[in-house]
């Protein structure tokens, strides 16, 4: 039934302004008519399609990103998009691409850790894409522990020239994306050794293919390091290895920003903290942040508009079943997770504001703020990317069988999503580094020293450490104050206690391993307290549009009492709150299903995504769910014949019992 609007009384329901919804998602009316402008021109670009992605072998995926990432970069020209919509375009292109790393990681870092002179250099070079380039950071034997890299490069002052070698086959560079197959360039992070001493890791940039035929160049070895999980997914990106042979690299291309090597051979260290050489992987935490709300919407959109399409039970005398999405406990899956997208959203917008702050102090020699930026982009990272990675497979499961088809959108999404729990980061080493920044602030608290930003609320530990909580009914639930305060008190008592257990031992780093558990549980509870008070704060915004505050209101509650639920064990056992509480808290949750019910499908419609972008037969706008099943059933190439390849080789011998005969 094409043109029929099957999800209609759905959207019928709703008792907000969807438009005006839109905007507080996109973040601005501008954003939100650059985004929806640079949607629809995908959406209508053939070139663009992806319905057919499972069915490509590894060589025709990767060829056809190549065929994508060369038509929006000449869109991009023809049109003149800026670069706010030239990252749209790439965004809702929707294909991991070596222009991830090149736009993401490469310019970045060149900016980031370059001299004028060398960004005046390189970045002409990439921003015209005469160049392309990659970030190496990780090896075989090392990621996750940066100062255990073991490439080389050795200042040689004979020639003035940086001697870039891998030592060992676990010095190899493993995992960066576009390094396999396309990039010119890299950015490699190694030792720098001169004048016989290891100064510890910086970066540098190494030209790895001729700029003429695409082959190596002399003494290096570089290839793909195979395919990956999930059909489509991520194998578009040519994730690579690479080694080096004694290759030389001219002296100042090594990034100078931070620290120097004179033409002597000097090292001159800088009077910035060396972690500045970690920058570039707090910016794109940042951006990984705010990507998280968008594969968890994608996911959540899906499953809402399956959710009011399906129907299973309840009929009597062969009447209409009912709507799955009013099981309460489907709505105690999916609810959750439409809220978690939203707050998700709203933490990334302070996210990406704290980091233009730190940015700019940095450039005032400010570096006060650098640690918290850190933990924040960090922990936020960790949080949100774990989330959405079980997010995205819960809506699967939400979606019964039919989630489990590739043309639902589900797994390829978790396939190309889930490598973000480990990329930028392993999560559980993040939360490490959040624990460690917590110690480091319980430690001060007394010394006169005031916590703030994010950890302001430490400062007040003498209320926060004793506090008991008074709510006393359902409704006390919707308090700001109230669900501020228990999630102060849990994330504060779980430091301390972890900060007392660690007192305990003599040697501090063997009792941080040892409670290594417990510290993650701490910094999860830290991170959630920001994003529950960062929805907060966005409530207390001036938000315009009919009915859309009450629904914002909805969901945040929803957001911080299903964490609440989800991590009763932490509240009642730092006795934050009474079991009591505790079930009045599951009370107003229920509540606030019932209020977000009529508004699920105009809530996910506010995401604003193309058919194109989904990609998702169990997500369509129109809901006309069953006739696109079968469409898409006829399209697989099994169903080409209607008697399977392989019939009289395989199958016939064993029908016709001739395999038994033969063997008698
Ligand atoms: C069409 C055109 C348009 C296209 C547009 C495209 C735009 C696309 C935009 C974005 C796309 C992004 C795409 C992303 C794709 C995926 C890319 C994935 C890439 C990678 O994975 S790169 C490799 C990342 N690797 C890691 O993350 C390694 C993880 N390990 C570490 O970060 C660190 O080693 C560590 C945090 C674990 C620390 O280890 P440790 O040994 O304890 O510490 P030290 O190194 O000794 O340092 C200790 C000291 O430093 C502080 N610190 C650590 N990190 C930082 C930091 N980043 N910033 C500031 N400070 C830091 C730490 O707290 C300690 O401080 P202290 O001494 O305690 O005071
Ligand atoms: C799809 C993808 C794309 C990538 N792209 C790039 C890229 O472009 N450039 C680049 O340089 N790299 C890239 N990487 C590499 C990535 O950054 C690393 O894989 C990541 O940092 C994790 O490091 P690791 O693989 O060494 O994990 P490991 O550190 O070996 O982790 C293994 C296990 O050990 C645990 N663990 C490790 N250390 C500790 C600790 N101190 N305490 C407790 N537990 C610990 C981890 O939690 C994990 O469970 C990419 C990886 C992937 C998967």
Known sequence: MEGIDHLA?????????????????????HAFEVSDRIARLVASDPVFEKSNRARLSRKELFKSTLRKCAHAFKRIIELRLNEEEAGRLRHF??????????????????????????????????????IIGCYAQTELGHGSNVQGLETTATFDPKTDEFVIHTPTQTASKWWPGGLGKVSTHAVVYARLITNGKDYGIHGFIVQLRSLEDHSPLPNITVGDI??????????????????FDHVRIPRDQMLMRLSKVTREGEYVPSDVPKQLVYGTMVYVRQ????DASNALSRAVCIA???????????????????????????????FPLLASAYAFRFVGEWLKWLYTDVTERLAASDFATLPEAHACTAGLKSLTTTATADGIEECRKLCGGHGYLWCSGLPELFAVYVPACTYEGDNV??????????????????????????????????????????????????????????????????????????????????????????????????CQLIVVSKFIAKLEQDI??????????????????????????DFLSTNCITPKQASLANDQLRSLYTQVRPNAVALVDAFNYTDHYLNSVLGRYDGNVYPKLFEEAWKDPLNDSVVPDGYHEYLRPVLKQQLRTARL
Request: proline share 2%; aromatic share 8%; charged share 20%.
């Open 226 to 243: 195979g395919t990956k999980m999930g059909n489509g997914a991520y194998n578009s990106m040519d994730n690579g290895f690479l080694m």
């Open 429 to 526: 080493v993040l939360q490490l580094q959040v624990a460690r920044f917590l110690m480091k602030t319980v430690a001060q608290l007394g010394s006169g020293k005031v916590p703030v930003g994010t950890t302001a609320y430490m400062g007040r530990a003498a209320h926060l450490l004793q506090c008991r909580s008074g709510v006393q009914k359902a409704e006390d639930w919707l308090n700001p104050d109230a669900v501020l305060e228990a999630f102060e008190a849990r994330a504060l008592r779980m430091a301390v206690t972890c900060a007392k257990n660690l007192s305990k031992f003599e040697n501090q780093e063997q009792g941080f391993q040892e409670l290594l558990a417990d510290l993650v549980e701490a910094a999860i509870a830290h």
């Open 9 to 29: 009384d759905e959207r019928n329901k709703a008792e907000f302004d969807v438009e005006d919804m839109k905007i507080v998602w996109a973040g601005s009316r």
């Open 93 to 130: 292109i929707d294909q991991p691409a070596y222009v991830d790393l090149h736009w993401g990681m490469f310019v970045p870092a060149i900016k980031g850790q370059g001299t004028e002179e060398q960004q005046k250099k390189w970045l002409s070079l990439a921003n015209k894409m005469q």
């Open 304 to 334: 809402t508009r399956y959710s009011a399409v399906r129907r299973q039970f309840g009929a009597h005398n062969g009447g209409i079943e009912t709507q799955v999405i009013d099981y309460k406990t489907q709505q105690n899956r999916l």
């Open 544 to 569: 315009g549009g009919k009915g859309v505050k009450k629904q914002l209101n909805n969901l945040c509650y929803i957001y911080a009492l299903y964490l609440l639920h989800k991590h009763l064990g």
């Open 287 to 290: 951006t990984i942040v705010a």
